[in-house]
Structure formats: structure tokens, C-alpha cells
């Protein structure tokens, strides 16, 4: 084996060993070590399809944890009925995984598909699909059809760029480690081997501490030989953060209930319903600043009171608060300015709705305290008939 990293005439790295034997002792270690996964195993392009996008930003356990991929599958089993499936109720099975953009890129890519009457096997046309990214392409491909197309997410990454010694950032290293490998899946079943990378960047080649000597391309690896392994990939540059911070209102009619206000389809927590209310400015009073909001965007004043729950999420690029405040009102609540619709909802109703995992801590907290807001807050007799359908 070579002791400095192999360069092919483009001055790129390549491969440190043949194809061939490369692929050959991976796949013998998948075959001993292969993680025990309800998809595995599977040659149905949409399960497929729905475990690669879950996984998206979402670790494995998470959805394991709770059931999400087969209790989705139990809502929709094809893609078909997922094409059908209204958005609102799409979302309530989604709730709780958060990056809720997947799903609705779900939703839209499943209707193109039924409309095609197939599942796409290509690469061409299943990057065509609404999120369909070169990772989530090139999984199904393989996976499903066997077509040897490398899948490349952070995993596949960090794998590869050790084994040739890629010192890159991730936008010039994945298209170019896409080409360098595909040889590998010349020599086996792509299915196995995209798989098996993946597993191999799960377990053994951990981004902090790899286990090196139990690796199965620990001999061949550039980054192992030259003690590399912390240099790749390059650590990435820290993204500035947006600190959001939020009001809310809890808003009870004479049954109990509380009100809830659907999002836009787009941007943050998209298509969910939430407590009503919104950002609050920088210089704002939270009370004052609530009862603007809810007279703009649901048509009622209200009178607000203490602060009830607060709770903290991180989100990608942001670190969002959220304070929901008592109030009491005696409009009837529309959806105006911001919001598709509006609605009370009792505890029966709360599992069918899609609810962002922020709401569903400020309820929970809600539901913990002896001292919770008077019902008598909107009058349900003269809201209902202008209450938005979900």
C-alpha cells in the first residue's frame, strides 16, 4: 500500500486501492455488522424513499423511538395514498420530527409520482422530483433498483474523504468523491454498499473518535496512515445565529378548549397550528405586543394577562423562545392576517394535528400547572360559524 495520498492526474485525489478489494472487505463487513433496521431489507422505492428523507437532520433513534416510519407507513402504506392524503393530515403524522419542508416536499413529489402512474429508476428523473437532492436521488436508486449510483450524505463524506485523504470543504468534495467511487459499485450490490458506508460512517468512522482498527478499509485509509482523521473533513465555520423570541396566547372557550391557529404553508413551521400570536420586536412589551398581534392577525381584542408557560427550542440556524401569556376575550377569533385557519381544540383533538414539538412543549407545560387560565375567555357560540376548517 502506498504511504502518501494517491493523486491522479488531475491532481485530485484517487482511490488508495483497487475497486475491486475495496469493495469486497466493505461488503464482507456489512454482511457481519449491518445495523438491524425496519427498512433494511426492503425493495419498495417509496418505504425506501420515506426512511432516506426521515433520516434527513433526524437521528436514527428518533425515528426509531416512536414508531414514525411504521406508523406512517400504517397511515399511508403506498404513495398513492400519500398523494391523496390532505396536507393538515400529512403534517400530524410528520409532528414531532421537525423540518417539516420534508414533508410537504413529500406530499408534492408523491402526487407527480401518482400522476406518472410508477415509481421513477432513474436518476434523471428522480432528481426531477420536489426533493429529490443528489443524496436522496442516488439512495433510492440504488436501494431500490440497484442502480450504482453513489449516495453521498455526511456519513458517505466523512468515510470517503478519510479513505482518499480529501482535505475539502463539503461543496467541492461531494461531486468530486462522487466520481472517484463509483468504481466501487461496479463490484457489488449498490444497495449493499451505499448501505454499508452509511453504517461505517454511523459506527466505526465516528467524526470525533474513530475506531480505526476495527474498520475494514483501515489498512488502505490515507487519513488513519497520516493521523488525518480530525483534519477530515474540514471543520465547517460556525453560522452566525438568530435569536427569535415569540409570544403566544392561551385562549380558552366556556368548554375548555383552546384556540389554535394554522401557520402558512411555508416558512417556519410551516402548514402547523400553533397558540395564536407572533414575534415580538425587540423593544416590545409582550402584552402590548401580543393583543396587536391578535387584533391583526384573528380580529379580537383581548385583554392579557400573566405569562404561563415558556419554553426553548434550537432550531437550525436559530435559537427560537417562545412565552405564552392568559388572556380573555369575548370577539370571535378569524383567520385574518398570517394564518390559514382558526380553531379550538379539546385533548381528544390534539393527536390528528399537526403541532410544531414547541407547541406541544408549551402545552405540556400548560397541562402540568394547578393554576391554569379561566375558561370563560372567547365566547364559542358566537366564534364558531367563523372559525377556518383545518
Known amino acids: 500500500m502506498p504511504t502518501t495520498p494517491m493523486r491522479s492526474s488531475s491532481g485530485s485525489a484517487s482511490l488508495p486501492a483497487s475497486a475491486e478489494a475495496l469493495a469486497s472487505s466493505l461488503a464482507l463487513w456489512y454482511r457481519a455488522a449491518a445495523r438491524s433496521l425496519p427498512w433494511r431489507g426492503l425493495k419498495d422505492p417509496y418505504a425506501i424513499w420515506l426512511s432516506e428523507v426521515m433520516l434527513q437532520q433526524t437521528q436514527v433513534a428518533t425515528v426509531l423511538g416512536k414508531g414514525y416510519f411504521s406508523r406512517f407507513l400504517e397511515a399511508f402504506p403506498t404513495v398513492e395514498a400519500l398523494a391523496r392524503a390532505e396536507l393538515p ?16 416536499a413529500m406530499h408534492a413529489a408523491a402526487k407527480e409520482i401518482a400522476l406518472r402512474g410508477a415509481f421513477p429508476d432513474t436518476m434523471d428523473e428522480l432528481r426531477s422530483l420536489p426533493g429529490f437532492g443528489p443524496y436522496t436521488a442516488a439512495a433510492v436508486a440504488s436501494i431500490a433498483f440497484e442502480r450504482p449510483e453513489p449516495a453521498i450524505d455526511g456519513n458517505a463524506l466523512r468515510v470517503y474523504g478519510r479513505l482518499v485523504g480529501l482535505r475539502a470543504a463539503r461543496a467541492e468534495a461531494e461531486p468530486l468523491l462522487r466520481e472517484l467511487v463509483r468504481p466501487l459499485l461496479a463490484h457489488g450490490k449498490p444497495s449493499e454498499l451505499n448501505q454499508a458506508v452509511m453504517d461505517l460512517g454511523a459506527s466505526l468512522c465516528a467524526p470525533a473518535t474513530p475506531s480505526c482498527p476495527l474498520c475494514p478499509w483501515r489498512e488502505p485509509c490515507v487519513a488513519r496512515r497520516l493521523g488525518l482523521q480530525a483534519e477530515i473533513p474540514p471543520a465547517r465555520k460556525p453560522t452566525a445565529r438568530r435569536r427569535l423570541s415569540w409570544v403566544a396566547a392561551v385562549l380558552r372557550d366556556e368548554r375548555g378548549r383552546i384556540l389554535l391557529a394554522r401557520r402558512p404553508e411555508r416558512g417556519l413551521f410551516g402548514g402547523l397550528w400553533e397558540l395564536p400570536g407572533g414575534e415580538l420586536s425587540s423593544t416590545g412589551d409582550e402584552r402590548r405586543e401580543l393583543a396587536r398581534l391578535l387584533r391583526e392577525r384573528l380580529g379580537i381584542r383581548v385583554r392579557v394577562g400573566a405569562a404561563v408557560a415558556e419554553v426553548s427550542q434550537i ?3 436559530r435559537d427560537l423562545r417562545v ?28 393527536a390528528s394535528l399537526g403541532l410544531s414539538s414547541v407547541t406541544r412543549k408549551l402545552l405540556a407545560k400548560l397541562d402540568g400547572r394547578a393554576d391554569r387560565p379561566a375558561r370563560r375567555t372567547v365566547t364559542h357560540q358566537r366564534a364558531s360559524a367563523r372559525l377556518g376548517a383545518p
Open 89 to 104: 393530515e400529512l403534517l400530524a403524522r410528520w409532528s414531532g420530527l421537525g423540518y417539516y419542508a420534508r414533508a410537504r
Open 315 to 317: 432550531l437550525t440556524h
Open 323 to 350: 412565552v405564552a401569556h392568559a388572556a380573555t376575550s369575548s370577539g370571535s377569533p378569524s383567520a385574518l392576517t398570517g394564518y390559514l385557519g382558526v380553531r379550538f381544540a379539546g385533548r381528544e383533538d390534539l
